[in-house]
């Protein structure tokens, strides 16, 4: 059974740092691209930023710079490091595991992160 189980969310200050964890278990977590999205209460999840299966990462332009997904595959754990946060920012966040090859798409069930002062 695949679970994926997200951690490390909580109330920050803006211009504050967290970082994300998405452990992974029950599947092949190398051959996945990894991708953490967030949503917001009437509002469509959105894409923050994905790392394909060889490493190569993409972010959204609105979190370009502030922050770096990284993927550590003998833990089978994909990260989301946040700098610079802002109140914008403030929305659950999920973890995503995704294979076009094998047609399979993993979500883990969310990790609050609130930018407040």
């Known amino acids: 059974q695949v679970q994926l189980v997200e951690s490390g969310g909580g109330l920050v200050q803006p211009g504050g740092s967290l970082r994300l964890s998405c452990a992974a278990s029950g599947m092949i977590f190398r051959i996945f691209r990894m991708g953490w999205y967030r949503q917001v209460p009437g509002k469509k999840r959105e894409l923050v930023a994905s790392i394909t299966s060889d490493g190569s990462t993409n972010n959204t332009e609105s979190v370009k710079d502030r922050f770096t997904i990284s993927r550590d595959n003998a833990r089978n754990t994909v990260y989301l490091q946040m700098n610079s946060l802002k109140p914008e920012d403030t929305a659950v966040y999920y973890c995503?595991?995704?294979?076009?090859?094998?047609?399979?798409?993993?979500w883990g069930k969310g990790t609050l992160v609130t930018v407040s002062s």
């Open positions: 995503n595991a995704f294979s076009g090859y094998y047609g399979m798409d993993y």
